[in-house]
Each structure stands twice: as structure tokens, then as C-alpha cells.
T-cell receptor, first 107, second 113 residues
Framework: KNEVEQSPQNLTAQEGEFITINCSYS?????LHWLQQHPGGGIVSLFM???GKKKHGRLIATINIQEKHSSLHITASHPRDSAVYIC?????????FGTGTSLTVIP | NAGVTQTPKFRILKIGQSMTLQCTQD?????MYWYRQDPGMGLKLIYY???????DKGEVPNGYNVSRSTTEDFPLRLELAAPSQTSVYFC????????????FGSGTRLTVV
């Protein structure tokens, strides 16, 4: 069983829809990261969370430490949001990664 | 431009050859990492470093070696390349105090034939 599980694995949305991607983890963590990987392969760090909620533009990330769960929300989704979104947790001395959620936003 | 620079972007190796993947960052980050990403799979940590002179194995270190002689550079060495090492390799760096996580290089696509 993976230390980090993401759902859904694949997601297709119409432009403008509100999107939620979920991440659950089974290890004790000191931080959780949300990453974005575009079709060209480059990876960008979106958020680092240790508690509560962060907002950056149309992106919102929340974490519930007690429930070992985090969500990434995208408001007013746009085709340029199409990418793979990866949840990663820092536990002990290393990161554990989810396998990613592939998001496609259709115009 | 500030960030993590990886070279080369693409490489084809024959079985048994060796090579070094270069990674350098100019953000004065203490932490640096090497990951591999196999098709359809998540990132797996190969090696990481928490500062110059300090390296540690990650989840999949076999067949690789690293060194960290300076804060800026963290090269990954493949000795005796094998087809199982065909993958995309990402270098990343972070600072414990960074608010927005960490920075990835653009990746190296390696094929071993």
C-alpha cells in the first residue's frame, strides 16, 4: 500500500467548473506539498502546507492533520490547468509521492 | 534565471556505459534531491542531501551514486547502465523555510539500450 493515495486518478472537467483533488496519507508528516506537472514534463511546486489552508490565485489547498487528508481545489478551471497534480508528504527524512491526478479541462 | 538547472535534457546510453547527470541550483538551498519517474508512475527518491558533504539514500539508490561537494551542485552518477534505469530523472532543491515548497529542474530523459 502506498503511503500517499490520491483520488481521482483521472479527471475531466468543463472550463469554469470547480475541481477538487484529494490526497490521503498514512505516515506522520511535517509538511505536505502539492505539485503540478505539465505535459512537457516540467514540475512546479504549488503549495507547501503543514496546517490549515493556503490560497494562490484560483488554487486553494487545505490540510487536516488529524484526518491525514489534504485537498487541492481549483476554482473557475481553465484549459491551461490541464496537468498532472501530485501530492507529496515529507516524513522522516524523505518525500513520499502520490501517483498523481491527471486533469483535463475542456474548453 | 534563478532555479535548478539539469543537464543533459536527453541521453541515450548503451548497456554498461556510465554517465553523470548534472544538477546545479543558485538559490542557496540546503536540501537537494534526485528522483526518477517511470512512465505512468510516481516520483521515486534516489538520493538526497541536506547540505554540502552530506548525502543519504532514498527509496531506489541501487545503481547510482551522488556527491555534494558544494551547496550548488549535486551530480548523479550512473555506473554500468542497465535498461531498468531508463526513466526521466528530476533534480530538485528546497530550503526548510521556503513557503512554496521546492523547485524542480526540467528533467533528463535517459534511455538505456
Amino acid at each position: 500500500k502506498n503511503e500517499v493515495e490520491q483520488s481521482p486518478q483521472n479527471l475531466t472537467a468543463q472550463e469554469g467548473e470547480f475541481i477538487t483533488i484529494n490526497c490521503s496519507y498514512s505516515v506522520g508528516i511535517s509538511a505536505l506539498h502539492w505539485l503540478q506537472q505539465h505535459p512537457g514534463g516540467g514540475i512546479v511546486s504549488l503549495f507547501m502546507l503543514s496546517s490549515g489552508k493556503k490560497k494562490h490565485g484560483r488554487l486553494i489547498a487545505t490540510i487536516n492533520i488529524q484526518e491525514k487528508h489534504s485537498s487541492l481545489h481549483i476554482t473557475a478551471s481553465h484549459p491551461r490547468d490541464s496537468a498532472v497534480y501530485i501530492c507529496a508528504v515529507w516524513s522522516g527524512n524523505q518525500f513520499y509521492f502520490g501517483t498523481g491526478t491527471s486533469l483535463t479541462v475542456i474548453p | 534565471n534563478a532555479g535548478v538547472t539539469q543537464t543533459p535534457k536527453f541521453r541515450i546510453l548503451k548497456i554498461g556505459q556510465s554517465m553523470t547527470l548534472q544538477c546545479t541550483q543558485d538559490m542557496n538551498h540546503n536540501y537537494m534531491y534526485w528522483y526518477r519517474q517511470d512512465p505512468g508512475m510516481g516520483l521515486k527518491l534516489i538520493y538526497y542531501s541536506v547540505g554540502a558533504g552530506i548525502t543519504d539514500k532514498g527509496e531506489v539508490p541501487n545503481g547510482y551514486n551522488v556527491s555534494r561537494s558544494t551547496t550548488e551542485d549535486f551530480p548523479l552518477r550512473l555506473e554500468l547502465a542497465a535498461p531498468s534505469q531508463t526513466s526521466v530523472y528530476f533534480c530538485a532543491s528546497s530550503s526548510p523555510t521556503a513557503n512554496y515548497g521546492y523547485t524542480f529542474g526540467s528533467g533528463t530523459r535517459l534511455t538505456v539500450v
